[in-house]
Each structure stands twice: as structure tokens, then as C-alpha cells.
């Protein structure tokens, strides 16, 4: 980018630099992503595009300096939530880059972080109520990043903390996955005539639980990974309930306990997908590529909890949960037929949630 035309010195976007951000640095971090970004219409691929590259910028930056020094990591997105304000200031960008950048990174760390200032510079080239709605979405999905970072241990502490309540994992559920359904919601009315008649209100209720369905998998699909770094994001009281600790699930063993407060929560899951197919069917059928963007993370979320539901190992790390990448080309080949037809979908839809009732 060149020319700048901010009082805070951001450089002009065009159609390459444009390009270059929401292609080769976005496939680079998230090839899933990517694929769900080149689907959508062209008109919501600026908004859509920037709040991801912003918010997985905050938490490459979060995850990086795990075994760091907290504060270090608080500090980083404190300033980077202050640049959201607006308008950014250059200066205080390309410090916050060269300080990322500082540190063992891969080609494609090195891309995002170099390109800091530049998602700045797109985001105050979108209107200003795509403005207004990315700086919201990035600004919450950081609170979630400081309530990890907050709630719980350094990785290479030694120690293991969980969230106290189910209201604090909902909450969380909402901060780092729920608000992007709102978001969603309201950044695609905004740019689809089709959409005109939706109530957004209730829509963003329902969008918020189809994040939420999405995170809450990952949660149940990652936990034997995330108490081995010192996060136990089962409630401490539901833990008790059933006779157990945190630390009590560090023990494959004790899976038949741990089942009364796991099921619950894959059964809540469920209910968030349910709510997650009335917001698929509610985009209208000749708006077929909002429609597989909104189909393939809700086929692959609930693929990935039936293969958690299957392999009856929540607490063996050397278990995965995780679907392979034959799968998902095959169900995005086979959504092309699919997507414009409800019966097709709700048969889909169905059929893995039955599969994810039967097994638990």
C-alpha cells in the first residue's frame, strides 16, 4: 500500500492490497476460513474478511505468550483494543507489529502481524456501519481472550484453574463465538435485499447460539489439550457435584464421573445447533452463498461432535475428535446439490444429530 490518506497515516487500499490481505495472508492463517470468506458475496467479504484477520491478529497474539508473562499479553490487547477506537494511529500500530513480530514466528504469523497496519487501513475504508459493527465484534471477542488469560494460569506454571459456574462458560461461549452471530446477522442484512424482512433482533438472538453451538464443541472437543495447559473450562461446581476436581480429570479413568457434567453440556450443544439449522433455513434459498457459509460450519460442528460422541474418550489425550480433511471436501462437494432444497437439509441436519443422541 501506498499514498496515505488518514490523519493517523494509514495507507490508501486498493484492489491488490485488498487482495493480497483477504486472500494470501487470510489462507494462510485459516484455510477453513478462507474457503467460508471466497463463498460469500463479494459486498461482505471487506467487513467479514477484516474482523477476522483483526481478531485472529488478538489471538495469535494471546496464544503466542502463553507460557510469557501475563501481563505482556494483556498489555498487547489493551493497546490493540485502544487502536478500535478510532481513528488508529500509525505510529502506535507499527509498534505493536514490530513488537509481535519480534520472535520465533512462521511465514504466515510473520505476513499477519506485518500486515497490522493494513487491516486498520481497510477497516476505515468500510462505511460507517460496517466500521461501527467490526470494531464492536473484534472489541468483545478480545474480552474473551482476557477472560482466558485472566481466568486462567500461565501454560508453563504447572497449575490448572476451571470457571466457576456454567453461567461463567455461557458467557465465555458468548464472548469468543456468540457475538460473531450477531455480528453476522447484522453486517449481512445490512448488504442482502433478500434478508429485508428478517427481525434482526431475533435473529441475532438465534445467530448468537449458532456461535455458540460452534465454540461450545470446541471447548468439549479440546479438553484434554486445554487441562494439560492449566484451562478447565467445565464449571468447578458442576465438577464438584459429581465428586471431582479439575485435576481429577488429568485422569483418563475417571471419564465415567466426569460423563454427568459432559453430557449436559454436548445435550446444550445440541440444543444451539437446533437453533443454529432455524438460522440456516431462514436465509432464503436463492441466496445460495450465504447459505453454504452458513452450512458448512454447522455440518462440520456437528460432524465434529458426533465423532466426540463416538469415541467415548473426553479425557485421553492421545484421542481426536477432530474430521478429516477427505470429509470435509466431500460434504462441502456434496452441499452444491443440497443447499437450495430444505428437505435435503433438515434430512442432513437430522441425521447427525441423531447420531451425536444415540451415542451419548
Same mark, same amino acid.
Given at each position: 500500500?501506498? /499514498?496515505?490518506?488518514?490523519?493517523?497515516?494509514?495507507?490508501?487500499?486498493?484492489? @491488490?492490497?485488498?487482495?493480497?490481505?483477504?486472500?494470501?495472508?487470510?489462507?494462510?492463517?485459516?484455510?477453513?476460513?478462507?474457503?467460508?470468506?471466497?463463498?460469500?458475496?463479494?459486498?461482505?467479504?471487506?467487513?467479514?474478511?477484516?474482523? +477476522?484477520?483483526?481478531?485472529?491478529?488478538?489471538?495469535?497474539?494471546?496464544?503466542?505468550?502463553?507460557?510469557?508473562?501475563?501481563?505482556?499479553?494483556?498489555?498487547?490487547?489493551? &493497546?490493540?483494543?485502544?487502536?478500535?477506537?478510532?481513528?488508529?494511529?500509525?505510529?502506535?500500530?507499527?509498534?505493536?507489529?514490530?513488537?509481535?513480530?519480534?520472535?520465533?514466528?512462521?511465514?504466515?504469523?510473520?505476513?499477519?502481524?506485518?500486515?497490522?497496519?493494513?487491516?486498520?487501513?481497510?477497516?476505515?475504508?468500510?462505511?460507517?456501519?460496517?466500521?461501527?459493527?467490526?470494531?464492536?465484534?473484534?472489541?468483545?471477542?478480545?474480552?474473551?481472550?482476557?477472560?482466558?488469560?485472566?481466568?486462567?494460569?500461565?501454560?508453563?506454571?504447572?497449575?490448572?484453574?476451571?470457571?466457576?459456574?456454567?453461567?461463567?462458560?455461557?458467557?465465555?461461549?458468548?464472548?469468543? !463465538?456468540? =457475538?460473531?452471530?450477531?455480528?453476522?446477522?447484522?453486517?449481512?442484512?445490512?448488504?442482502?435485499?433478500?434478508?429485508?424482512?428478517?427481525?434482526?433482533?431475533?435473529?441475532?438472538?438465534?445467530? &448468537?447460539?449458532?456461535?455458540? @453451538? %460452534? *465454540?461450545?464443541?470446541? &471447548?468439549?472437543?479440546?479438553?484434554?489439550?486445554?487441562?494439560? @495447559?492449566?484451562? =478447565? +473450562?467445565?464449571?468447578?461446581?458442576?465438577?464438584?457435584?459429581?465428586?471431582?476436581?479439575?485435576?481429577?480429570?488429568?485422569?483418563?479413568?475417571? /471419564?465415567?464421573?466426569?460423563?454427568?457434567?459432559?453430557?449436559?453440556?454436548? *445435550?446444550?450443544?445440541?440444543?444451539?445447533? *437446533? @437453533?443454529? /439449522? /432455524? +438460522?440456516? %433455513?431462514?436465509?432464503?434459498?436463492?441466496?445460495?452463498?450465504?447459505?453454504? !457459509? =452458513?452450512?458448512?460450519?454447522?455440518?462440520?460442528?456437528?460432524?465434529? %461432535?458426533?465423532?466426540?460422541?463416538?469415541?467415548?474418550?473426553?479425557?485421553?489425550?492421545?484421542?481426536?475428535?477432530?474430521?478429516?480433511?477427505?470429509?470435509?471436501?466431500?460434504?462441502?462437494?456434496?452441499?452444491?446439490?443440497?443447499? =437450495?432444497?430444505?428437505?435435503?437439509?433438515?434430512?442432513?441436519?437430522?441425521?447427525?444429530?441423531?447420531?451425536?443422541?444415540?451415542?451419548?
Amino acid at each position: 500500500m501506498a /499514498e496515505t490518506t488518514t490523519p493517523g497515516g494509514l495507507p490508501r487500499v486498493d484492489a @491488490a492490497s485488498r487482495d493480497r490481505l483477504l486472500k494470501d495472508v487470510l489462507k494462510g492463517v485459516s484455510r477453513s476460513f478462507y474457503l467460508t470468506l471466497r463463498v460469500l458475496p463479494k459486498n461482505l467479504r471487506d467487513p467479514i474478511g477484516v474482523a +477476522y484477520l483483526l481478531a485472529r491478529t488478538a489471538d495469535t497474539l494471546t496464544d503466542r505468550r502463553r507460557a510469557g508473562f501475563t501481563g505482556a499479553r494483556l498489555e498487547g490487547l489493551i &493497546v490493540l483494543r485502544s487502536q478500535l477506537v478510532g481513528p488508529a494511529d500509525v505510529g502506535v500500530l507499527r509498534g505493536l507489529a514490530s513488537e509481535l513480530m519480534d520472535g520465533d514466528l512462521s511465514p504466515e504469523e510473520r505476513a499477519m502481524f506485518g500486515s497490522l497496519v493494513d487491516y486498520f487501513a481497510l477497516l476505515e475504508s468500510l462505511g460507517a456501519a460496517d466500521q461501527e459493527h467490526v470494531r464492536w465484534v473484534v472489541d468483545t471477542l478480545t474480552q474473551g481472550m482476557e477472560m482466558d488469560l485472566t481466568a486462567f494460569p500461565a501454560e508453563d506454571s504447572g497449575e490448572l484453574a476451571s470457571l466457576a459456574t456454567g453461567s461463567d462458560l455461557d458467557r465465555y461461549t458468548y464472548l469468543v !463465538a456468540g =457475538c460473531v452471530g450477531e455480528f453476522w446477522t447484522k453486517v449481512t442484512v445490512a448488504h442482502t435485499p433478500s434478508l429485508s424482512g428478517w427481525d434482526v433482533a431475533r435473529m441475532s438472538e438465534i445467530g &448468537v447460539r449458532f456461535g455458540k @453451538a %460452534l *465454540q461450545l464443541t470446541n &471447548v468439549l472437543r479440546d479438553i484434554p489439550r486445554d487441562l494439560r @495447559a492449566g484451562r =478447565c +473450562y467445565l464449571p468447578a461446581d458442576e465438577l464438584a457435584a459429581a465428586g471431582l476436581s479439575p485435576n481429577d480429570l488429568l485422569d483418563p479413568s475417571n /471419564e465415567v464421573r466426569a460423563r454427568e457434567v459432559l453430557i449436559p453440556w454436548m *445435550q446444550t450443544a445440541l440444543g444451539h445447533f *437446533q @437453533a443454529a /439449522e /432455524e +438460522y440456516l %433455513l431462514a436465509v432464503p434459498r436463492r441466496s445460495v452463498r450465504l447459505r453454504l !457459509a =452458513c452450512l458448512w460450519p454447522l455440518l462440520l460442528g456437528l460432524a465434529t %461432535l458426533a465423532r466426540l460422541a463416538r469415541s467415548g474418550r473426553w479425557l485421553d489425550s492421545d484421542s481426536t475428535a477432530k474430521v478429516s480433511r477427505r470429509w470435509v471436501y466431500r460434504m462441502m462437494f456434496f452441499s452444491l446439490p443440497a443447499v =437450495c432444497s430444505n428437505t435435503l437439509l433438515r434430512f442432513w441436519i437430522k441425521r447427525l444429530r441423531r447420531k451425536v443422541e444415540r451415542l451419548i
